[in-house]
């Protein structure tokens, strides 16, 4: 996790509120998840949604988001599960859409596994958000024109793809931040490397799905 300061601005940015529901896709620890809960409060929800493609996983997300929702306090969280892009089957309409650190993996062999495609997630997307809704985006950034190349690979990708990919299923840009960014990061090793894991130039963009 980052800072609480940082934390702070980027749930600031996301416009989470008292009552807002939320989808938090691949939660891994759920400690956004957490941090949402207490948020939205008892008039809200927190959908912590694990992709069936990694469902299998060792460390079980499935049944750590199930644990989760039963704590005390968590009410208003829901593991839900279901291939990526038939995510709308599994959730209420919602106010905001979480993406940390995860978009680039629509671009890799594991989440193409069951013929899904970024384009196909983010029509769902937008399906699922309601009028107004914000869909937040926190990413790995590439070297500029790299396109997706570098997902596999290093698990980066370069804004500019994400945000021509989100705009092509009707999404309007809304804001974004520098708060993550790092300049000494030379966009070239796997974000996994211990000389710059936890550290990498991160991007972060706020799309909203039009009122009209």
């Given at each position: 996790?980052?800072?609480?300061?940082?934390?702070?601005?980027?749930?600031?940015?996301?416009?989470?509120?008292?009552?807002?529901?939320?989808?938090?896709?691949?939660?891994?620890?759920?400690?956004?998840t957490c941090l949402f809960s207490d948020i939205v409060g008892p008039e809200g929800r927190?959908?912590?949604?694990?992709p069936?493609?990694?469902?299998?996983?060792?460390?079980?997300?499935?049944?750590?988001?199930?644990?989760?929702?039963?704590?005390?306090g968590r009410e208003n969280v829901e593991a839900v599960s279901a291939d990526l892009v038939t995510f709308?089957?599994?959730?209420?309409?919602?106010?905001?859409?979480?993406?940390h650190l995860f978009y680039h993996d629509?671009?890799?062999?594991?989440?193409r596994a069951r013929?899904?495609?970024a384009a196909d997630f983010n029509r769902s997307v937008y399906e699922r958000l309601k009028p107004g809704g914000s869909y937040v985006?926190?990413?790995?950034?590439?070297?500029?024109?790299?396109?997706?190349?570098?997902?596999?690979?290093?698990?980066?990708?370069?804004?500019s793809s994400v945000r021509g990919e989100v705009e092509a299923s009707?999404?309007?840009l809304d804001a974004e931040s520098t708060m993550l960014a790092n300049t000494c990061d030379s966009h070239s090793v796997k974000v996994f490397d211990p000389s710059i894991k936890g550290e990498t130039d991160r991007f972060v963009y706020r799309f909203v799905k039009p009122k009209g």
């Open positions: 996790m980052y800072p609480s300061s940082k934390q702070s601005e980027l749930i600031r940015f996301s416009r989470v509120g008292a009552g807002s529901t939320v989808i938090d896709v691949y939660p891994g620890d759920g400690d956004w927190v959908y912590g949604f694990v069936a493609e990694v469902a299998h996983f060792k460390n079980d997300p499935v049944g750590r988001m199930q644990t989760l929702a039963k704590k005390p709308p089957g599994v959730t209420g309409p919602a106010d905001v859409l979480w993406l629509l671009h890799t062999e594991l989440m013929g899904g495609t985006i926190v990413d790995h950034a590439a070297t500029a024109g790299t396109g997706t190349s570098d997902a596999q690979p290093l698990h980066r990708i370069d804004p009707g999404f309007v």
